[in-house]
């Protein structure tokens, strides 16, 4: 058997448990390859169909994946094999993919997954030497393929891998347990009964803990942080006094790894014992187990996915014989290389660690972030009425500005509960500053805020008219009456000008002399000094939501849909949901649409279709061009087009600021009160008068001084001088369509 390097051939699989985006990778993959005249083979599945050879490897074309973004799971399959554990196995493995030209894998799979295939690469030159010995291949193919290059993806739901910030299926897991905490709050309030949910993570409590913030939960048990001796008593005490202050249900979460500080396992029936006993309340049980895995993919899933399964074709073919196998995942947003094995390496070390009672060691490498949210859920477990009030409280009010965005309700509970544990008295505005104007600012308690976690839509109100300058005059007069010294502000464009406007009247007003932050909230996300805006995900998602369903009508007739989406003049919610639904184009505000866009785009859309293809996707920006409407982009195809294909047009319009917030946009709005609520703390305790916006930033809270607002915005088109996804906008063009439309696209 000969074969030769002048076509190069990429392998990819999944392996080990499934988890939702891994299609998305394999299309990454799959297309990025054929997009620089490399074949691509799927290996079906994982390293059991590596074994088996014959047709569970198969070379895959542009068409193959071209409705798979959007399904569950992996189409190219996943099993154990113990085959591959042995030598005889690898050497069978290693017969079967030089067969077909195959010395570069994308392996996409946990620890385990990862750490067979790097064993594989290092005994892959004894093994074609033993197989040359055998006379089963010639030494042309020792010659042409002397190495194995590898490149790893995460997948695995349990966000249990170290050097990646996500983990591929991790957000949707998120998604599906939310979702059942929210039903199962529902329920529990009803009965006023208790409910204890045990979520997967053997070694990981990222999903137990992140879901505990997003869905309100009262108590949460983790492998990495076991409680303290006597953790029984503590959590009644919590769930008692929660009970007291009027909360209707109590609900632990628990991860099926949680074990107490001398390692003995912590069950979810123990947990239900301990509250039926001593707290006397009716308990139930509930173990999601296998439903985490499953449903359609997040949008972050999906694009996440994308990325790094393109990146990893970049890395495989830019790979030499010298080159340390990388492990392509997340850092902020952006792609990240980190040595595989390394990775795999500390993955393994907090287990071990975890296993020798070295709490401290485990929880520092699960990285800053995992920390900083175990801090907060402490914080706002804690913060049930038991703080005994200062004589003369700093009085802190919160207030919405601009548009609504989901999570507004999660930001102000978090904000309303940690600033009561720091001793300050919290007030809602309600109406925002038309409310203010009305005197409608009321003191806000523990239980005024209990279920918010969850809730669409903004309880205090939210209100796009700003006040004018003759308003300023009343409004500290307001402020003044009821003695507000810190002021809380969620909200979108119109609120980081308001919080300007009110810092430059300083010295004409004393009244607004005193600590305010901005906390950025809007679906837009056009905000400066943050990556994400509360709100942007949930929005995301409801369109990805919305384009799959517009996919599955239009698939019966040969059409393209026209699909029209917010943002205003930032295109982030078009390239996003572009890039996550597998659009063949999108236009931005950024770039525009000039006369010689659109008719190459018409001329691809023609040929596309004449070629076989049955739907073509369009994405546009509410604001992509004042002439090129939507109206007028639907009647230009239809025109074009003749009878080759018909055109629709869909404007998704205020649904996309509809919805429960997604679990993303509910940690994003905890974790952005909660440094909003300390930065007050602080300044006040100082007696500072400082104004600043927050913002998640490279991965991290930072605050940036009011005064460089201007300096940080195109005041014009109102949006950041900076935004960190219009880099994504050369990947999705490579994945949307090949040199030449072939039929069944995206």
Not at 4 to 22: F, P
Not at 704 to 715: A, E, N, R, Y
């Amino acid at each position: 058997m000969s074969t030769s390097l002048e076509q190069k051939s990429i392998g990819v699989l999944t392996s080990g448990g499934d988890a939702q985006g891994m299609n998305a990778a394999v299309r990454a993959v799959v297309r990025a390859a054929l997009h620089q005249g490399v074949a691509v083979h799927a290996i079906y599945e994982g390293y059991q169909g590596m074994v088996d050879g014959g047709d569970r490897i198969r070379s895959l074309s542009w068409e193959d994946v071209g409705s798979i973004l959007h399904r569950g799971g992996t189409v190219i399959g996943t099993a154990r094999c113990p085959a591959f554990r042995e030598r005889e196995g690898r050497l069978t493995a290693a017969r079967n993919l030089l067969q077909r030209g195959i010395d570069r894998l994308v392996v996409i799979g946990g620890d385990g997954s990862l750490s067979g295939a790097n064993e594989f690469r290092q005994e892959w030159p004894s093994l074609l030497e033993e197989l040359h010995q055998r006379g089963e291949i010639d030494k042309a193919t020792v010659v042409a393929h002397p190495e194995l290059m590898i490149v790893g993806l995460v997948g695995s739901i349990d966000n249990d891998m170290v050097g990646t910030d996500m983990t591929i299926g991790a957000d949707s897991a998120l998604h599906r347990i939310t979702e059942a905490i929210d039903a199962i709050g529902s329920t529990a309030s009803s009965h006023q009964r208790s409910f204890v949910v045990e979520v997967m993570g053997r070694h990981c409590g990222y999903l137990a803990l992140t879901s505990a913030i997003a869905g309100g939960i009262d108590y949460v048990l983790i492998p990495e942080n076991p409680p303290p001796e006597g953790w029984e008593d503590r959590m009644c005490d919590l769930l008692r006094r929660g009970r007291a202050a009027g909360r209707r249900d109590s609900i632990v979460v628990i991860a099926e790894g949680a074990a107490d500080r001398l390692g003995n396992p912590i069950t979810s029936d123990y947990v239900c014992k301990v509250l039926q006993d001593r707290l006397g309340e009716d308990t139930r049980v509930t173990i999601l187990g296998h439903v985490q895995r499953g449903g359609t993919p997040s949008a972050y899933d999906r694009w996440m996915s994308t990325l790094v399964g393109h990146a990893a074709v970049d890395e495989l073919l830019s790979a030499t014989p010298d080159s340390e196998p990388q492990l392509i995942g997340v850092r902020y947003n952006r792609v990240s290389r980190v040595p595989l094995m390394q990775c795999v390496q500390k993955t393994r070390s907090v287990a071990r660690l975890i296993a020798e009672h070295e709490y401290d060691q485990a929880m520092e490498l699960r990285g800053s972030s995992f920390t900083g949210l175990f801090n907060i859920f402490k914080a706002m477990a804690e913060a049930v009425p038991s703080v005994t009030p200062p004589q003369r409280p700093h009085r802190i009010a919160v207030i919405h500005v601009g548009g609504l965005a989901p999570g507004m309700n999660t930001a102000v509970r978090a904000a309303v509960r940690l600033g009561l544990d720091r001793g300050h008295a919290m007030f809602g505005i309600r109406g925002s500053f038309s409310g203010l104007l009305k005197g409608r600012i009321e003191e806000m308690h523990w239980g005024d805020v209990e279920g918010w976690a969850k809730l669409a839509g903004a309880e205090l109100g939210a209100s796009r008219k700003l006040p004018t300058a003759d308003q300023l005059y009343a409004i500290a007069r307001t402020l003044e009456t009821h003695g507000i010294n810190g002021l809380l502000i969620i909200g979108g464009w119109k609120a980081y000008h308001v919080a300007y406007q009110l810092y430059q009247e300083r010295e004409r007003y004393p009244a607004f002399k005193m600590p305010m932050i901005c906390l950025p909230a809007s679906i837009d996300n056009n905000l400066p000094g943050s990556d994400l805006s509360i709100g942007a995900d949930t929005a995301l998602n409801v369109i990805v939501e919305s384009l799959d369903r517009i996919k599955q009508s239009a698939m019966a007739a040969r059409r393209c849909f026209v699909v029209e989406v917010m943002g205003r003049r930032c295109g982030y919610l078009a390239m996003m949901s572009g890039l996550a639904a597998g659009a063949e184009r999108i236009y931005l505000p950024e770039e525009g649409i000039t006369l010689k866009d659109l008719q190459a785009d018409v001329e691809r859309m023609i040929s596309s279709f004449q070629g076989g293809r049955r739907f073509y996707l369009t994405i546009r920006n509410e604001y992509a061009n004042e002439q090129y409407t939507t109206d007028f982009l639907t009647r230009l195809f239809e025109e074009e087009g003749n009878d080759l294909f018909d055109v629709r047009q869909a404007v998704l319009g205020h649904i996309q600021q509809g919805g429960n917030p997604t679990p993303f946009d509910r940690i994003l709005a905890t974790r952005l009160a909660a440094h909003g609520i300390d930065f007050l703390t602080e300044e006040l305790a100082r007696g500072s008068a400082a104004g600043a916006f927050a913002g998640l930033h490279e991965g991290k809270l930072a605050t940036f001084p009011l005064k460089q607002l201007p300096d940080m915005v195109d005041i014009t088109h109102r949006r950041p001088l900076d935004q960190w996804w219009l880099e994504l906008r050369s990947v999705m063009e490579k994945l949307a369509q090949p040199a030449q439309d072939s039929a069944d696209g995206a």
